[in-house]
T-cell receptor
Framework: DSGVTQTPKHLITATGQRVTLRCSPR?????VYWYQQSLDQGLQFLIQ???????AKGNILERFSAQQFPDLHSELNLSSLELGDSALYFC????????????FGNGTRLTVT | AQTVTQSQPEMSVQEAETVTLSCTYD???????LFWYKQPPSRQMILVIR????KQQNATENRFSVNFQKAAKSFSLKISDSQLGDAAMYFC?????WGGGSEKLVFGKGTKLTVNP
C-alpha cells in the first residue's frame, strides 16, 4: 500500500457529463501529481501541485481542472466528457516538489459511454 | 524536453532466470533522477528502484539492479531469479531536479514482462 488514496476506483458516465476525482496524498507529502494513462498515449503528466499552489502543468485539456486544498488533498475535475477521456487516472504524491520519488495511488478507472 | 525510450514492447523470461529490460533517455542536463516502476495486472504503479545521476554506483534493491551508463544515456533494469510475481508492465522514468515545472516524471511507453513457469 503506497499510502496514496484515490476515490472512486471506478466511474462510468456519459458523454457531456462532469466528474470529480479525489486524491489524498501520503501523510507528510506536500506535492500531488495527476497522470492520465490510456492505451495509445501511455502515461501522460497532467498537473502538479505543491503545498496548495500549482507548480507545473502538462498536457491537461482546458476542460480539465484541478486544485489542492489546505489539507493537501487534491481533486481533478473533468467536464464536457468525451469518449476519448476514458482512461486510468493516477494521483501520485511526494515529500517535496523536486527530489523525492513519486508514490502512486491505485488509480480511478473512468469509462465514458 | 526530455524523452524516455523503451525499445522492447514485450519480453519473456523463464522462472528463476535473469532478464534485462532496456531504457534510454535524452537530456541535456547533467543531474537528474531515473526510476523503474512496475505495474502489475492490478494496475497499481509500484516504485522498483531509483538512481541519482551523480552517483556512479549502480542502485540495487534485492533481486533488482540497474546498469546506469551516463555517457550512453542508458538505464537498464536487471531482474535476477525471476518470479511469477514479477510479471508486469515495467516503466522507465526520468525526473529533472531543476524545478520551474520541469521536475515532473517523464515515462517511457513500457515493457510488458511475462514470466514463464
Amino acid at each position: 500500500d503506497s499510502g496514496v488514496t484515490q476515490t472512486p476506483k471506478h466511474l462510468i458516465t456519459a458523454t457531456g457529463q462532469r466528474v470529480t476525482l479525489r486524491c489524498s496524498p501520503r501523510s507528510g507529502d506536500l506535492s500531488v501529481y495527476w497522470y492520465q494513462q490510456s492505451l495509445d498515449q501511455g502515461l501522460q503528466f497532467l498537473i502538479q501541485y505543491y503545498n496548495g499552489e500549482e507548480r507545473a502543468k502538462g498536457n491537461i485539456l482546458e476542460r480539465f481542472s484541478a486544485q489542492q486544498f489546505p489539507d493537501l488533498h487534491s481533486e481533478l475535475n473533468l467536464s464536457s466528457l468525451e469518449l476519448g477521456d476514458s482512461a486510468l487516472y493516477f494521483c501520485a504524491s511526494s515529500v517535496d516538489a523536486v527530489n523525492s520519488p513519486l508514490h502512486f495511488g491505485n488509480g480511478t478507472r473512468l469509462t465514458v459511454t | 524536453a526530455q524523452t524516455v525510450t523503451q525499445s522492447q514492447p514485450e519480453m519473456s523470461v523463464q522462472e528463476a532466470e535473469t532478464v534485462t529490460l532496456s531504457c534510454t533517455y535524452d537530456t541535456s542536463e547533467s543531474d537528474y533522477y531515473l526510476f523503474w516502476y512496475k505495474q502489475p495486472p492490478s494496475r497499481q504503479m509500484i516504485l522498483v528502484i531509483r538512481q541519482e545521476a551523480y552517483k556512479q554506483q549502480n542502485a540495487t534493491e534485492n533481486r533488482f539492479s540497474v546498469n546506469f551508463q551516463k555517457a550512453a544515456k542508458s538505464f537498464s533494469l536487471k531482474i535476477s531469479d525471476s518470479q511469477l510475481g514479477d510479471a508486469a508492465m515495467y516503466f522507465c522514468a526520468y525526473r529533472s531536479p531543476w524545478g520551474g515545472g520541469s521536475e515532473k516524471l517523464v515515462f517511457g511507453k513500457g515493457t510488458k514482462l511475462t514470466v514463464n513457469p
